[in-house]
């Protein structure tokens, strides 16, 4: 089982960015796809970001497509999701995850392990 600790969010205008990182624990990390995903109040979960073991493909969101990228450290065991253009739509807390497959995936079935979550709190 892998273990996820998420960081970096907190609150920032619209127009500003973030960067989450995700530390996880394991020796298989390095091996396992990656995802972010996010919820706000009131809907469910959503999918934001996914990245392959080795980081070579990744998938994105249409409605994150050119603002946030998803990228990872296998050295570090870490794996981040740079925000850019941030909105007040982006609010929610964002969950890091990890995958039964080494390959990029937006199946939330395929996601076995789940961090805590970290806030991200976007001002009009």
């Known amino acids: 089982q892998v273990q996820l600790v998420e960081s970096g969010g907190g609150l920032v205008q619209a127009g500003g960015s973030l960067r989450l990182s995700c530390a996880a624990s394991?020796?298989?990390?390095?091996?396992?796809?990656m995802g972010w995903f996010r919820q706000a109040p009131g809907k469910a979960r959503e999918f934001v970001a996914a990245i392959s073991w080795g980081g070579r493909n990744t998938y994105h969101a249409d409605s994150v497509k050119g603002r946030f990228t998803i990228s990872r450290d296998n050295a570090k065991n870490t794996v981040y999701l740079q925000m850019n253009s941030l909105k007040p739509d982006d609010t929610a807390v964002y969950y890091c995850a990890s995958a039964r497959v080494g390959q990029a995936t937006t199946f939330v079935g395929d996601f076995t392990s789940w961090g805590q979550g970290t806030q991200v709190t976007v001002s009009s």
């Open positions: 394991g020796r298989t990390f390095s091996t396992i796809g």
